[in-house]
């Protein structure tokens, strides 16, 4: 089992950066690709980021590539999602996730492990 938490949400102006945290506790010695993934209102969860357990591989979603950085601090358990250029469409709940499943690189999911999410709202 691997427990996942959030934290550095907010509310930004358009433009603004955020830097969001997960730290992870438990199974944590075992590999693990962690990812972040949002859910707006109204909308369905939806994939942002994912790395690999080494941080050599990162995959994004469209919507933020070339504006979000996902990285991780193995030695601390944590992964980061540096998000800046935020727009309005940026806003949701955003959650961090984990799996064992290297594949989910590839597939964008599905996750085993979640966090209980973190709010961003950006306002215009």
């Known amino acids: 089992q691997v427990q996942l938490v959030e934290s550095g949400g907010g509310l930004v102006q358009a433009g603004a950066s955020l830097r969001l945290a997960c730290a992870a506790s438990g199974r944590t010695y075992s590999p693990y690709v962690m990812g972040w993934l949002r859910q707006a209102p109204g909308k369905e969860r939806e994939f942002v980021a994912g790395i690999s357990w080494s941080g050599g591989s990162t995959v994004y979603a469209d919507s933020v590539k070339g504006r979000f950085t996902i990285s991780r601090d193995t030695a601390k358990n944590t992964v980061y999602l540096q998000m800046n250029s935020l727009q309005p469409e940026d806003t949701a709940v955003y959650y961090c996730?984990?799996?064992?499943?290297?594949?989910?690189?590839?597939?964008?999911?599905?996750?085993?492990?979640w966090g209980q999410g973190t709010q961003v709202t950006v306002s215009s």
């Open positions: 996730a984990a799996t064992s499943k290297v594949a989910v690189l590839l597939t964008r999911g599905p996750f085993d492990y």
